[in-house]
């Protein structure tokens, strides 16, 4: 019997990986998976009209393709009349961790990066409302907003730096990084017990209180003390 050596074709062409570039460099980032944190700041989940869960963390994902990089237009999406911004630190990992401890965890961070979990809120309310999953309203087309990376090292240590974000000159959300109610490394060890977590994997660390709607023509500016301000603006409804 002849066994065929070829490469198989593709039926269609492979879609492209989503590239973060990386401050100060020609690298770029190529991004595996994202997961996302909920009520990860008090006074959000408070506005959400929840208490934060203490005994664990909670996440949703996003698939990779709704990577969106920063400074450009973003079609206000489909199927929503309450499109929410969600201003976010992006962690992203650039080593294996599996079951790794606290202690270990921050180890395994490439670098950091200033992102925005963009949200359709009324189609999320809804499936949270019917006890359904989130799906559409959280992993969709162009959400997960994400300005370049810095490495970890020249970020240096989360604490005290301010996050905060303008909508069209407006201050609307503003805490510090050390109001996170679960630390960077204390998600990082607990999702590594559910996930092989690896190189390409970001995190977005939640959202701070004052989240709301956007329309079409609003300017976003997302700032965090240290990283690049991520920014765009939203177009007209595709």
């Known amino acids: 019997m002849n066994v065929s050596t070829a490469t198989p074709a593709l039926v269609f062409p492979a879609p492209a990986q989503p590239l973060v570039p990386i401050l100060g460099e020609t690298s770029l980032y190529p991004v595996h998976r994202i997961f996302c944190v909920g009520r990860n700041y008090a006074d959000h989940a408070k506005e959400m009209g929840h208490e934060v869960d203490r005994e664990a963390p909670f996440y949703f994902t996003k698939p990779a393709t709704a990577t969106v ?12 009349a309450n499109y929410h911004y969600e201003m976010e630190l992006v962690v992203a990992l650039g080593a294996p961790a599996f079951r790794i401890t606290r202690e270990r965890a921050l180890d395994v961070v490439f670098g ?54 303008d909508v069209s000159g407006a201050v609307r959300q503003e805490a510090h990084l050390s109001d996170l109610v679960w630390s960077v490394p ?12 690896g190189p390409g994997d970001l995190i977005y660390t939640g959202t701070p209180a004052g989240v709301g709607a956007v329309e079409a023509g609003a300017v976003l500016t997302g700032t965090i003390d240290g990283l690049t301000p991520v920014h765009f603006t939203i177009g007209p409804a595709q």
Do not use: N
């Not at 920063?70 to 199927?79: E, M, Q, V």
């Not at 204390?186 to 977590?197: C, F, K, P």
């Open 186 to 197: 204390e998600l990082i060890s607990h999702l590594s017990g559910y996930y092989h977590l």
């Open 112 to 165: 950091y990066a200033a992102g925005l979990d963009m949200t359709r809120r009324d189609l999320q309310l809804d499936a949270r409302a019917k006890g359904r999953p989130w799906d559409l309203g959280k992993a969709f087309e162009q959400s997960a907003v994400i300005a370049p990376l810095t490495r970890k090292e020249s970020f240096g240590a989360i604490g005290p730096q301010r996050i905060a974000l």
């Open 69 to 80: 990089l920063s400074d450009t237009t973003i079609p206000y999406p489909p199927g929503t």
